[in-house]
């Protein structure tokens, strides 16, 4: 019974590197995707706490040039449906963090910028995330600190279809996600 337990437990402890499958670790898209999983549920307790949730915060960011930007540009650097930013957006405008503007060209679309409320918010949610980056960055040579961003951003631009202006690559990945 002893050996059943310690079996059971060495399952659900949390991942040790070492138990990880050799196909799985050698793959970029495994270590990235865990790297992504890892990230986003330490951004979600930081934002929390900040009465944001993660894609209001990642809008926020995403407004933080004070750019004013439509709600269609918006899905597409957030990654997710312009249905999807519309209802986090409406959260946002709602409790005064985000600004709903007239376009100077066309009157049926909306632009979208940073309020100041919004911006101090953003200020407090920034510092803790940093904070979380730079765990992640502790103990890496400055040589690599400096690097991994950029090899990441390139490795991002290399395979960049879809939400960053291929259309054709994003039908096509929408249709193999509708299959059976």
């Known amino acids: 019974m002893k050996a059943l337990v310690r079996e059971t437990r060495a399952v659900t402890d949390p991942l040790d590197p070492q138990r990880l499958p050799r196909a799985a670790a050698a793959r970029v898209e495994y270590v990235v995707q865990r790297l992504a999983r890892a990230l986003t549920r ?3 307790a930081v934002v929390a706490r900040h009465g944001v949730s993660v894609p209001g915060y990642r809008l926020l960011l995403l407004l933080s040039d004070q750019v004013p930007r439509s ?3 918006l899905a597409r650097l957030a990654f997710v449906t312009a249905q999807a930013t519309h209802l986090v957006l409406s959260d946002l405008v709602g409790r005064g963090l985000v600004e709903r503007g007239d376009h100077p060209g066309n009157r049926r679309i909306r632009l979208l910028r940073l309020s100041p409320a919004g911006a101090d918010v953003l200020a407090a949610c920034l510092a803790d995330v940093v904070a979380v980056e730079e765990q992640l960055l502790a103990g890496l040579p400055a040589a690599e600190r400096e690097v991994l961003l950029p090899v990441l951003t390139h ?3 290399v395979l960049s279809g879809g939400f960053f202006g ?3 690559a994003e039908r096509a990945a929408a249709a193999l996600r509708r299959q059976p």
Do not use: L
């Open 42 to 44: 330490s951004t979600e």
């Open 155 to 157: 490795a991002a631009g």
């Open 71 to 73: 709600n269609a540009e």
């Open 166 to 168: 291929d259309a054709d």
